[in-house]
């Protein structure tokens, strides 16, 4: 029992914090657009929207419990693609590269998690709205969709 409430406040706590970054980089999307044409990325008015709806997304579904394989592969698409644009630590001087590798560190760190959640086991993914749109869908269809 103590892994599936580790588990629910774990995915509380990385869905919550992922929420509220994409809500907060909406509410300044024009900074977080100039950020990224500062660093290069191509078609920064689009990408930059498009990636925040891929990690809020990725974040309400771990947060929820709806789909929360699908949220942590949405999350690790999201690093994967933004860590190596947006924080090149190796590029940066001074106190930009003291920022840069935490960022950088910080993304990895939540990558390496993304992919440890995934491999446990979906017993303890036991609280969540899962869980319960299987069980009704057992009961229509007569099979669980995982």
């Known amino acids: 029992m103590k892994s599936v409430t580790a588990n629910l406040v774990g995915r509380l706590l990385i869905g919550g914090m992922i929420v509220w970054i994409v809500v907060a980089n909406f509410q300044s999307m024009d900074a977080a657009v100039g950020y990224a044409a500062f660093m290069r990325v191509p078609m920064p008015n689009v990408l930059t929207p498009v990636a925040q709806a891929i990690l809020g997304l990725g974040g309400l579904l771990v947060l929820t419990g709806i789909r929360p394989r699908a949220g942590l592969l949405l999350i690790a698409v999201f690093l994967i693609c ?10 940066a001087t001074g106190t930009d590269w003291t920022i840069e590798v935490h960022f950088f560190q910080s993304n990895i760190m ?3 998690l993304c992919f440890v959640l995934w491999s446990t086991d979906s017993s ?14 057992s009961k229509l269809f007569g099979r669980i969709v995982v």
Not at 124 to 137: C, N
Request: hydrophobic share 50%.
């Open 82 to 91: 933004v860590t190596p644009l947006m924080h090149q630590w190796w590029a």
């Open 110 to 112: 939540l990558l390496g």
């Open 124 to 137: 303890v993914w036991k609280y969540g709205f899962d869980r319960q749109f299987s069980e009704a869908q």
